[in-house]
T-cell receptor, first 116, second 111 residues
């Protein structure tokens, strides 16, 4: 089992550019969440995708958008990059909709984005 | 809203010392509580969890008890090893799908 895979591992972009980050969920998982982890901070929830739709969103501007494909993989897009967008972007996958089952979220190793 | 406050680090210990990392939370409803660990260069891994009051989560010698009366979920380990050096995050989930994390505590164990 490959677990959650993210690409690329590192990325350097210039202010104002656009970036796309990719995530493949763990086998058997159908839900993908994205988190932003600034240096020295805990991860902050960006949004979650299920059945190709955004199910919940955190406090992030519309410059952050996403997509989920029929094979459950997902992309995170960030437009008009700011220096403050420099962070580790983590993808987490899980299964199902019923959190009373307390399904575990599995995290990828992340994409380190540097905006210069 | 939901929030997690955890003990600031860094924490430096000698091998076989006792480790405690304090975590308190504010949440609506009845949250599930988690401890995640992040080893250098890696993503987050679930260490343990508790889903209701008085539950005790345990894994790899680590333990944490869900205390509703004190809104706490402190992490403990009786005898740490060098391999326990990592960043530890307390987190909760309540009334939705997102995890809310604390700022993390860096733990360094010296041989």
């Amino acid at each position: 089992d490959a677990g959650v895979t993210q690409s690329p591992t590192h990325l350097i972009k210039t202010r104002g550019q656009q970036v796309t980050l990719r995530c493949s969920p763990k086998s058997g998982h159908d839900t993908v969440s994205w988190y932003q982890q600034a240096l020295g901070q805990g991860p902050q929830f960006i949004f979650q995708y299920y059945e190709e739709e955004e199910r919940q969103r955190g406090n992030f501007p519309d410059r952050f958008s996403g997509h989920q494909f029929p094979n459950y993989s997902s992309e995170l897009n960030v437009n008009a990059l700011l220096l403050g967008d420099s962070a580790l972007y983590l993808c987490a996958s899980s299964w199902g909709t019923d959190f009373s089952l307390n399904t575990e979220a599995f995290f990828g190793q992340g994409t380190r984005l540097t905006v210069v | 809203g939901n929030s997690v406050t955890q003990m600031e680090g860094p924490v430096t210990l000698s091998e076989e010392a006792f480790l405690t990392i304090n975590c308190t939370y504010t949440a609506t409803g009845y949250p599930s509580l988690f401890w995640y660990v992040q080893y250098p260069g890696e993503g987050l891994q679930l260490l343990l969890k508790a889903t209701k009051a008085d539950d005790k989560g345990s894994n790899k010698g680590f333990e944490a008890t869900y205390r509703k009366e004190t809104t706490s979920f402190h992490l403990e380990k009786g005898s740490v090893q060098v391999s326990d050096s990592a960043v530890y995050f307390c987190a909760l989930r309540s009334g939705g799908y997102k995890l809310s994390f604390g700022a993390g505590t860096t733990v360094t164990v010296r041989a």
